[in-house]
């Protein structure tokens, strides 16, 4: 179990491969699914595994983002929080790439980046910031849990979506909080707000808010806001 493995932030790495990726959120205990294709982190994944098999996951800082899709090879300044993974999961594909699973562990603050030899990035991390990261459903008793069900139903309805309710009404505060953070539509600066949510009611009410205002923009004359 992940949560056996790390029990303080003293069986973290001091130091970790980064994978810059914009728009995609981890938290810890969520699973992020990537298709690694290019070589340079083709080549972090076997390092990984041979490795901590730990990936941390970061978001180029704002137009960053940009230059780093025009350039593959471009370097863009990084957000300075992100959240590390474990390796859970690999499979290799007919076709040179990697199917792989991280698992959230805690997220980080990057300190620097290491003049590394490797074809992919590496920084120094300090995980004291977000220590209780590695405390399950911590936080979990102050989530204002009927507000943000009643805001996830009006948003499916308002989208024509289904979801497994019995699935959700059985999921715990923070795997529902965090899981609906990650697979949620929002764009790069909301998901790092997210991200650095200081408590999980922090980011339960930031992806209540979001999900607000998205539902205001979807029907400006309805009043969508839960009491």
Same mark, same amino acid.
């Not at 959120?25 to 690694?36: A, E, F, G, K, S």
């Not at 289904?162 to 965090?178: C, F, G, H, P, Y």
């Given at each position: 179990?992940? %949560?056996?493995?790390? =029990?303080?932030?003293?069986?973290?790495?001091?130091? +970790?491969?980064?994978?810059?990726?914009?728009?995609?959120?981890?938290?810890?205990?969520?699973?992020?699914?990537?298709?690694?294709?290019? *070589?340079?982190?083709?080549? $972090?994944?076997?390092?990984?595994?041979?490795?901590?098999?730990?990936?941390? $996951?970061?978001?180029?800082?704002?137009?960053?983002?940009?230059?780093?899709?025009?350039?593959?090879?471009?370097?863009?300044?990084?957000?300075?929080?992100?959240?590390?993974?474990?390796?859970?999961? @690999?499979?290799?594909?007919?076709?040179?790439?990697?199917?792989?699973?991280?698992?959230?562990?805690?997220?980080?603050?990057?300190?620097?980046?290491?003049?590394?030899?490797? *074809?992919?990035?590496?920084?120094?991390?300090? @995980?004291? #910031?977000?220590?209780?990261?590695?405390?399950?459903?911590?936080?979990?008793?102050?989530? &204002?849990?009927?507000?943000?069900?009643?805001?996830?139903?009006?948003?499916?309805?308002?989208?024509?979506? /289904?979801?497994? @309710?019995?699935?959700?009404?059985?999921?715990? %505060?923070?795997?529902?909080? %965090?899981?609906?953070?990650?697979?949620?539509?929002?764009?790069?600066? #909301?998901?790092?707000?997210?991200?650095?949510?200081?408590?999980? #009611?922090?980011? %339960?009410? $930031?992806? +209540?808010?979001?999900?607000?205002?998205?539902? =205001?923009?979807? &029907?400006?004359?309805?009043?969508?806001?839960? /009491?």
């Amino acid at each position: 179990m992940i %949560n056996d493995r790390y =029990q303080s932030i003293a069986d973290l790495p001091a130091s +970790i491969p980064v994978f810059p990726l914009a728009g995609v959120l981890l938290l810890p205990r969520t699973q992020l699914p990537l298709n690694i294709f290019e *070589p340079r982190y083709l080549k $972090m994944v076997d390092d990984a595994m041979r490795g901590e098999r730990i990936i941390g $996951m970061v978001q180029p800082d704002g137009d960053a983002a940009i230059a780093a899709s025009q350039d593959p090879d471009a370097k863009p300044k990084l957000c300075s929080v992100g959240c590390a993974g474990r390796l859970t999961s @690999w499979t290799e594909t007919h076709d040179d790439r990697v199917l792989i699973t991280l698992t959230g562990v805690a997220r980080f603050r990057i300190t620097s980046e290491l003049d590394a030899t490797t *074809p992919y990035r590496i920084c120094t991390v300090d @995980w004291s #910031e977000y220590e209780n990261d590695l405390t399950p459903d911590f936080g979990a008793e102050e989530v &204002s849990r009927d507000a943000l069900l009643a805001v996830l139903k009006t948003y499916l309805e308002t989208h024509g979506l /289904q979801a497994d @309710w019995r699935t959700i009404k059985q999921s715990a %505060n923070e795997a529902l909080v %965090n899981s609906l953070s990650v697979i949620s539509p929002y764009g790069p600066r #909301e998901k790092q707000a997210l991200l650095e949510a200081r408590t999980l #009611e922090d980011r %339960n009410q $930031m992806l +209540i808010a979001l999900t607000e205002v998205a539902l =205001q923009q979807a &029907s400006p004359t309805t009043d969508t806001t839960v /009491q």
